[in-house]
């Protein structure tokens, strides 16, 4: 098969032929039709994800078809057209048995516990839990999307945050993960408002939901300028970047008794940012997580896109080949894109 491959960090990938993968016993190999560039791939290549081993190749955002599986797997056959959430639990610890598969502590991650998804074939383990039936009227390239940022926004907004109809949603950064929670947020009846430093990202946004954008370039203070906005603060806010300075505006900008919800990562020497301590006791603050989103909980998200009120459709911004993934791979801490490139071409 074809796969984007490295075996240092840094360096620049290459397109190799490799041996095709085959199924565990209770996993499956999926012919990969459609793929997601993360900034996630990136921490990956710059080494900045101690479960990634040496020669490695990239990839967690996939749809596609099982082409085959291993003797234990029950609910899934060959020619079904699947996804996958970029955290996969084993089914067996006790996070996974209370159905948080995505915290599950031997988590499964392709692109980085294993070989991922920027390659023809990929190789998924405990498939039975994990693996998500697609609609035959998705498209690959909308389920792709669906993997990382999509899916772990839905969570951050109606699991984690649990969002009300009504509320101001403060979203820091307006890349995928921003931009999908916008739309959710918005089709959950909520008053997003998009902040960024890029106008052409912040009208985007508008499109999609966000009721009132802040470039973070025109003011001194943003969480003053979020506050003003919305007389008193967030009732909820998100750092969709994974910066310091995100990150401690998305708590700054709460009213009392609001919720920061971290998607962002926070990897390298950003692992360990600043937050306003005092104003999280004073204030009653509460700070989540939020990191992916179990396989059981997609039909909700999948519900919401078959009634029209999610698009993701509207968030993919082009569709390229696995060797031009190469360079936006490496040049992704640089990008400026609008929307999700998808990987479509191997």
């Known amino acids: 098969m074809k796969a984007m491959y490295y075996d240092a960090f840094e360096k620049t990938p290459e397109i190799r032929t490799l041996p095709d993968p085959t199924p565990t016993e209770n996993g499956v190999v999926i012919k990969v039709e459609a793929t997601g560039l993360c900034r996630s791939d990136w921490h990956g290549w710059m080494g900045h994800d101690a479960d990634i081993r040496l020669p490695h190749v990239p990839g967690h955002e996939l749809a596609g078809v099982v082409t085959a599986t291993g003797r234990g797997v029950m609910r899934y056959k060959v020619g079904e057209r699947v996804t996958v959430p970029f955290v996969s639990g084993c089914g067996r610890c006790g996070e996974c048995r209370s159905g948080n598969q995505q915290v599950c502590e031997a ?68 890349g995928g993960v921003g931009l999908s929670a916008i739309m959710i947020a918005a089709a959950l009846g909520a008053q997003p408002i998009a902040i960024d430093i890029a106008e052409d990202k912040l009208a985007f946004a508008r499109k999609i939901g966000a ?40 708590i700054k900008n709460l009213r009392r008794r609001g919720r920061h ?62 060797a031009e993934a190469i360079p936006a791979l490496t040049a992704m801490d640089r990008a400026t894109d609008l929307g999700i490139s998808v990987i479509t071409r191997f």
Not at 233 to 244: E, M, W
């Open 107 to 174: 988590q499964f991650q392709p692109g980085f516990t294993h070989w991922g998804s920027f390659a023809e074939y990929v190789a998924l383990d405990f498939a039975d839990q994990n693996l998500v039936h697609l609609p035959e009227s998705m498209d690959f390239t909308t389920a792709a999307s669906l993997g990382c940022r999509f899916a772990t926004s839905f969570r951050a907004i109606a699991d984690q945050a649990k969002v009300k109809g009504g509320e101001w949603v403060a979203v820091h950064g307006c």
């Open 211 to 250: 009721v009132a954008v802040i470039n973070g370039r025109d003011v001194e203070d943003v969480a003053a300028a979020v506050k003003d906005l919305t007389g008193g603060g967030a009732h909820v806010s998100i750092d969709a970047l994974g910066n310091p300075v995100t990150c401690f505006n998305s």
């Open 261 to 322: 919800v971290q998607v962002g990562l926070m990897l390298g020497d950003q692992a360990t940012p600043q937050i306003p301590m005092a104003q999280v006791i004073g204030h009653e603050l509460e700070i989540y997580g939020s990191h992916g989103m179990q396989a059981w909980r997609y039909d909700a998200m999948l519900a919401m896109i078959a009634d029209g009120k999610l698009k993701p459709q509207q968030l993919i911004g082009r569709e390229i080949s696995l």
